[in-house]
């Protein structure tokens, strides 16, 4: 019997209004992504990617269609609701890691746990353990200044973790690395769909990344084109 | 971490803007302090019960105008009064100095006694000062502040009068709501300006609050259609008069008032703006994490009202402790006794600082609230 969907995208468009333009970014696009997957988007720039990814990630809303992450049509929920699903079933990583500057690793780490009831020390045992998936045990109390590039965005990877989320979206995560921290970060990424049974959707320019993931998706003017 | 730990290193990650803008709110909280201090302090005169039960009667041209010494046999004899004594302002420099810094009055040392009921005697003797018509009866703070003593001789030169004064030092009073005064014998003035038969006003005691309004009355018809009209009232009435020589001093001070506030407003208002606007993605970053636009808005709020906080108790607290411990008779020259600032006027420099803090956090917060995640994220890309 094959895999539930943990992502069901059906019908989905998105048309932004630029000036007296309408431009479309994602054009009646459908897919499923199953859970375990690791889905990297591929694309020019403008063909949508980033777009179709916001969408499922629920930090952008579809102009028609629908997008259900584990069964929740995640444009219906409201902008509090999706506050609330996004702290419980969704991990993310940018491009530019977005760590809090002021804030040390583990701190970074915490902060989607604030939201959480658990308390003082069930969050710094979480945090621990997120740090210690991603190989920074140690590094918990440095802050983003004082680590390379690589080892930031692998506390970015800690702190999408560190909630369980059930999806991990990465928009061009290793966009800002060297080959050897970008080869890291998708090690992690790719061993978190293999052992922990993370779903992945990944945003990238660079088919070596691609590489990396289960299924490669391009997008083409808004469109899926293989 | 806790959300105020996170608070206060976001409130402190740019040291010296943070600091800046304590100061800016400090300095603005303690000149606002200072002004409505001193609005308070020329507008609203110290008042004693005593002062409640005494009237001031003086010529209703206007106070320059003399009134006829004969009008005292008319004046004690109106139903009400129970002490009566003439009250000159004599207005002349002490020693040296170029400007008159405490005030003397002729009096009638006899009568007077039963008029300043709430002053002690201090140091030497009041039958003394009433025996000796070269003598004064001078207060306490003066005494002080010019390090006299018993016995003494106080020269002051006349502005007013033609006249200079050669005043021993036979009495010291304290206990009032000035204790800087000197009075002396309206005698050794008449004498000195060759017996004219005038006094400048007529200072007077009545039975009881309930009956000042008649006396008022009385005193005033007493003297009508006569050659010298009067006009009585309250102590604190004739001192609110003097107040409106100075001109619009509450609206003048209130101005300045309003204009500190708004200035301090641009200020917070343009730092906080400031500090959020560079912070645009990382507050995107706390919405995709799941925070909500009430708890940015929190986190913004917290941290303009902590810096106001912190401003407005440095101030207000500095603004208290300065006027608290300096010398302010020392520093005004005598024109201002007492510069206290109430618990009221605190509140109102802690209220204007909270305000501030809450009106600097608005319109960043609804900037940050009306910003989608993913225009927050594009916003420094």
């Known amino acids: 019997m094959a895999a539930e969907p943990i992502v069901v995208v059906r019908d989905l468009s998105k048309i932004y209004r630029q000036g007296d333009i309408n431009v479309v970014a994602l054009d009646h696009v459908s897919l499923d992504i199953t859970a375990g997957e690791f889905v990297v988007l591929m694309g020019p720039s403008g063909s949508g990617k980033s777009t179709l990814l916001h969408i499922i990630a629920g930090i952008d809303r579809p102009t028609s269609g629908s997008a259900k992450v584990q069964g929740i049509d995640i444009a219906q929920l409201d902008e509090s609701q999706l506050a609330d699903w996004r702290n419980q079933n969704v991990g993310f990583v ?32 979480q945090v621990q353990t997120a740090l210690e998936l991603v190989g920074l045990a140690d590094r918990g109390h440095h802050r983003p200044d004082q680590m390379s590039g690589g080892q930031q965005q692998r506390v970015a990877i800690a702190r999408a973790l560190v909630t369980d989320p059930a999806l991990i979206v990465a928009d061009e995560p290793t966009g800002n690395l060297d080959a050897k921290s970008a080869g890291d970060v998708l090690a992690i990424l790719r061993s978190l769909t293999l052992t922990a049974g993370k779903t992945v959707v990944m945003v990238t320019h ?21 | 971490m806790t959300f105020a730990s996170f608070i206060a290193k976001n409130a402190l990650r740019n040291k ?3 600091l800046l803008t304590v100061v800016s709110v400090a300095v603005s909280c303690g000149l606002l302090v200072t002004l409505l201090t001193l609005q308070r302090e020329l507008t609203v005169p110290p008042e004693s019960e005593a002062a409640s039960l005494r009237v001031i009667v003086r010529n209703k041209v206007s106070l320059a105008q003399p009134l006829p010494a004969k009008q005292l046999s008319v004046v004690e004899k109106i139903p009400g009064v129970v002490a009566v004594s003439p009250f000159t302002y004599f207005g002349g420099n002490f020693r040296e100095e170029t400007v008159t810094s405490f005030a003397q009055f002729a ?22 000062f009433i025996k000796d018509r070269t003598s004064c009866f001078v207060g306490a703070d003066t005494m002080k502040r010019y390090g006299l003593k018993i016995g003494d001789k106080m020269r002051f030169t006349g ?23 000197v009075f002396f014998h309206h005698k050794l003035l008449d004498e000195l300006m ?6 400048g006003t007529w200072y007077l005691r009545v039975a009881s609050a309930d009956v000042a309004n008649d006396v008022i009355a009385r005193v005033d018809k007493a003297f009508e259609n006569s050659s010298a009209e009067v006009r009585a ?33 641009l200020v917070t208002v343009s730092t906080m703006s400031m500090a959020i606007r560079e912070r645009f993605r990382e507050l995107a970053v706390l919405k995709a994490l799941g925070f909500k636009r009430t708890e940015l808005f929190g986190f913004i709020l917290a941290e303009s009202f902590g810096l106001a906080a912190l401003g407005a108790l440095v101030g207000i607290g500095g603004s208290w402790a300065f006027w608290t411990l300096i010398d302010l008779q020392k520093l005004t020259n005598g024109f201002l006794l007492y510069f206290e600032v109430t618990p009221r006027i605190m509140a109102t420099g802690a209220t204007v600082a909270a305000l501030l803090g809450i009106v600097s956090a608005i319109g960043p917060a609804l900037a940050v609230a009306r910003t989608s995640v993913v225009e927050g994220l594009k916003t420094l890309d």
């Open chain 1, 94 to 125: 940018f491009q530019s890691f977005n760590l809090i500057p002021v804030l040390t690793a583990a701190e970074n780490v915490e902060l989607p746990l604030l939201l959480t009831d658990l308390s003082g020390r069930e969050r710094r045992k």
């Open chain 1, 206 to 226: 660079d088919p070596k990344s691609a590489a990396y993931g289960s299924r490669s998706l391009h997008l083409e003017k808004g469109e899926i084109a293989a």
């Open chain 2, 16 to 18: 010296r803007r943070a």
């Open chain 2, 107 to 128: 009096v009638d040392p006899a009568r007077f006694r039963d008029l300043i009921v709430e002053g002690k005697i201090a140091d030497g003797s009041y039958d003394d």
């Open chain 2, 159 to 181: 502005t007013i009068y033609p006249v200079d004064l050669d005043l021993k030092i036979l009495a010291v009073f304290q206990g009032t709501v000035d204790d800087r005064g």
């Open chain 2, 194 to 199: 060759g017996n004219p038969g005038t006094v």
């Open chain 2, 233 to 265: 009232e309250t102590e604190r009435a004739f001192q609110m008069g003097f107040i409106s020589m100075l001109g619009n001093v509450k609206m003048l001070i209130g101005s300045i008032s309003a204009v500190v506030v708004f200035t301090l407003v």
